[in-house]
């Protein structure tokens, strides 16, 4: 990772944590999830770079290394439109892809949709178009002990989370999210309490993979991450007619529990999704899970780079 470099920018007076590697015209942008970070993409950003492209990740506000939104309580997400465009301006960056892992994506839709001359194209992994307020996932289907119906409810994630250090947090949310079925806790539970402490990290997880990602949790906490996504995603976001027209690229895997929240599957595998992005190639992934770009990057990259060319100018 030692092409990687970082820096700050300052977007909305915030400062914003940049990594980038590669140089050229070309450039592919990517947005993380949660508990993810800028080092999510790492193997995606060092094949990028190597097959031509300019490569970059930030931590979202409030994520890593990038400041909070002096009132966390208010951010939206919006306001992670607001960062990828000011991302892009601060480093001279007129058109780029987007690509989007988990709520990661919602952004990159959000910005195709609304800013379609700064977009090559979208590629995302997990998750098929939605926005926030309009997404394919009947959300009043969910159990009410699932984690996003859990985590929604201000206080109660941060009570679960604070009986552990950071390390033990993100060690149990790869352990659970890398599974194929939905995490769902009892009433007499919470969400930390669904994993055996015994339960080894997947072997595409190092320790020091999570070295890294619990310091950068540790220097930014949970106070932001939790109220984007988690309870902003039924705001409504103002779009009444969303499409995208740019080429775009859904990579699900065949075991990542996101094909069992109550609609999305059948929005998957029906192509509906299409009706929302007419150029949408979709592939599964037979052994892939949440994590598919750490879990397979070899298999990950490569598709991503075939696209990457077949759509450049």
């Given amino acids: 990772m030692e092409q990687i470099q970082h820096k700050h920018v300052e977007v909305g007076g915030l400062k914003l944590h940049v990594a980038e590697t590669g140089t050229g015209p070309k450039a592919v942008l990517f947005l993380h999830g949660f508990p993810e970070i800028w080092y999510s993409w790492r193997h995606q950003m060092v094949a990028a770079a190597a097959a031509g ?3 970059i990740a930030f931590d979202f506000r409030g994520y890593g290394l990038s400041q909070h939104p002096p009132e966390p309580e208010k951010a939206s997400f919006g306001d992670l439109v607001v960062d990828v465009i000011g991302v892009m301006d601060c ?3 007129n058109k780029a892809f987007l690509v989007g892992k988990d709520f990661g994506a919602m952004p990159a839709f959000h910005v195709a949709v609304v800013h379609p001359e700064r977009v090559s194209g979208v590629i995302t992994l997990g998750i098929p178009f939605s926005l926030p307020g309009v997404s394919a996932i009947q959300m009043h289907l969910l159990p009410k002990g699932f984690y996003v119906q859990r985590w929604r409810e201000p206080g109660r994630a941060e ?3 604070g009986r552990f250090d950071v390390k033990t947090v993100i060690r149990n949310i790869y352990i659970l999210f890398c599974g ?3 995490q769902v806790a009892s009433d007499d539970q919470e969400i930390m309490d669904l994993v055996n402490p015994s339960t080894p990290l997947p072997p595409w997880f190092t320790e020091d993979d999570l ?3 619990s310091s950068l949790y540790e220097n930014s906490g949970f106070r932001t991450a939790l109220q984007v996504p988690y309870r902003t995603l039924a705001e409504d ?3 009444t007619d969303p499409k995208i027209t740019a080429p775009g690229l859904l990579i699900m895997g065949e075991k990542d529990y996101a094909l069992k929240l109550p609609g999305l599957e059948g929005y998957t595998r029906s192509e509906k999704v299409k009706e929302f992005m ?3 190639e979709i592939i599964f992934m037979a052994e892939g899970n949440h994590f598919v770009q750490e879990q397979l990057p070899e298999q990950v990259n490569q598709l991503l780079i075939t696209f990457l060319n077949k759509h450049s100018t």
């Fill in 53 to 55: 492209y300019r490569a």
């Fill in 91 to 93: 480093l001279g960056i």
């Fill in 159 to 161: 009570a679960d989370f």
């Fill in 180 to 182: 194929s079925e939905l």
């Fill in 211 to 213: 070295k890294v990602y």
């Fill in 237 to 239: 976001c103002g779009i």
């Fill in 278 to 280: 007419p150029n949408l």
